[in-house]
Antibody
Framework: QLQLQESGPGLVKPSETLSLTCIVSGSAITSGVYYWGWIRQPPGKGLEWIGSIFHRGNTYYNPSLKSRVTMSVDTSSNQFSLKLTSVTAADTALYYC????????????WGQGNLVTVSS | QSALTQPASVSGSPGQSIAISCTGTSSDVGGYNLVSWYQQHPGKAPKLLIYEVTKRPSGVSNHFSGSKYANTASLTISGLQAEDEADYYCCSYAGGRGFGVFGTGTKVTVL
């Protein structure tokens, strides 16, 4: 069974870059069955897709965040990463890594979430 | 893209049935039979309940069911139980973008 585990700092200063990594186990990141994505949830609010990446490097970013987002895949380590630049307090959220199915977009598997707080 | 529209809250008594609506457009909900529903308890990651409008993953209770008509999908919880108290989110495929669009979320309260 696929398992996802986020890692990264819990506190980032305003204007700096948020960096998170998701370690994939139970499946090769190159399987071609899934995209590898990031979803965030501000405290007390709903879910928002940040974007996703295919193992070949194709990226799909939410237009509202596109100018600040970069995603990458490290096939040798079976992990993928998120970078979000110029963060503000509005980027404070629980960040989940997820694996949307390539054909349907369904997310069967989620990471447990990594709370990132933007504060000086 | 705009979030799909869900009611902010729905409540019911134990044993009752409730329905949560999820309204989108012909570019998402109405255009594909690829609506999924997720349940989220406080402090937990979302859990898939329904996918492809009506299908349940292995292990999900059959008192959850899904349907769709035109641009609106619905999740029905039959025989409401205390443990069903949670937040529920719909999500629809919206073309080959690598991800879908979520609904605004509905808080279900068991009275």
């Amino acid at each position: 069974q696929l398992q996802l585990q986020e890692s990264g700092p819990g506190l980032v200063k305003p204007s700096e870059t948020l960096s998170l990594t998701c370690i994939v186990s139970g499946s090769a990141i190159t399987s071609g069955v899934y995209y590898w994505g990031w979803i965030r949830q501000p405290p007390g609010k709903g879910l928002e897709w940040i974007g996703s990446i295919f193992h070949r490097g194709n990226t799909y970013y939410n237009p509202s965040l596109k100018s600040r987002v970069t995603m990458s895949v490290d096939t040798s380590s079976n992990q993928f990463s998120l970078k979000l630049t110029s963060v503000t307090a509005a980027d404070t959220a629980l960040y989940y890594c997820a694996s949307p199915d390539v054909d349907t977009g369904v997310v069967f598997y989620w990471g447990q979430g990594n709370l990132v707080t933007v504060s000086s | 893209q705009s979030a799909l529209t869900q009611p902010a809250s729905v409540s019911g008594s134990p044993g009752q049935s409730i329905a949560i609506s999820c309204t989108g457009t012909s570019s998402d909900v109405g255009g594909y039979n690829l609506v999924s529903w997720y349940q989220q308890h406080p402090g937990k990651a979302p859990k898939l309940l329904i996918y492809e409008v009506t299908k349940r993953p292995s292990g999900v209770s059959n008192h959850f069911s899904g349907s769709k008509y035109a641009n609106t999908a619905s999740l029905t919880i039959s025989g409401l139980q205390a443990e069903d108290e949670a937040d529920y989110y719909c999500c629809s495929y919206a073309g080959g973008r690598g991800f879908g669009v979520f609904g605004t979320g509905t808080k279900v309260t068991v009275l």
